[in-house]
């Protein structure tokens, strides 16, 4: 098959790896099922990533590896299934002519500091500049005589810059920043970064981004340039922040710190909610939001939500 017609991302790959635990372990209940065929029926993108993780956890079957005969074998547990499903998304980023968008998960794997999915984590560097990662985050650090430089591989970081001689750059996907001290959110999406300058500025190829600024970019240009989103970094302090945000959007944005699939139907998608949330508990989330706007929560699995029209 061309590996044109072979491309998802990683997001999609990692879904049906899920599916594939849930069914390794055991026959699926009524409403299981439903969701299944739902999430295979919603996108062309997801059967291919079905049939293609198929393919791989037959190549596994037949792997002498111990680790994979310990992940493939052992009794049903947590740990199993971290070990599987880490040994299937391996093998999804390792397959010939696959090419996984916007990167291969493999360099995250290996990242120096890494968050898992709905985890945020604090590290102190060695110049004294502290790095926050969001979820589902990864960076790398490469510090020498000459300079310092932070590459965000996956998802979003803040990062407090302390006095050095040495620059400081920050590398995306889609730029080299350099930046002058102070503090900074980079976030990566799939076609563009986004910067947001809390103290301090920010140079792109020569053209400056001064404090209380955000925009973003993909190549030496800036876009886009505005005001600072106040509420830009609430993540580091554990809190979700609406202020008359659609419900489409937000929970996209909350979809971020948990595993699985979180649906809006469309009918409530432009409902606006406000206030700040405690993303230390997404299902609390959603069960206020049955309080606060006309809507219902249907959870076929833990790891498949829809929020749809109260009736």
Known sequence: MNSAHQEFSPQVAEQAVHWLIELQGGALDPRQQ????????????HRRAWEHIQRVNQRLRGLSSPLA??????????????ALKTLLILGVGGAAGLTLQPHNPLPSLLADYRSPVGERRRQQLDDGSQLHLNTRSAADVRFDAEQRLVRLLEGEIQLTVAEDARPLRLLSDFGLLQLSGGRYNLRQFEHYSLLSV???????AGNSLAAGLQARFNGPQWQAS???????????????VAAHMRLGDFLDELGRYRRGQLNCAPEVAELLISGSYPLADSERILDLLEIALPVRVRRFTRYWVSVEARA
Do not use: I, K
């Open 198 to 204: 809390h103290q301090g500025s920010a140079s792109l």
């Open 226 to 240: 505005q005001l600072l989103d106040s509420n830009a970094g609430a993540w580091v302090d554990g809190m979700l």
């Open 34 to 45: 439903q969701a299944m065929q739902q999430w295979l029926q919603a996108h062309e993108e």
């Open 69 to 82: 005969h310990a992940a493939l074998q052992a009794p049903r547990s947590a740990s199993r299934r971290r």
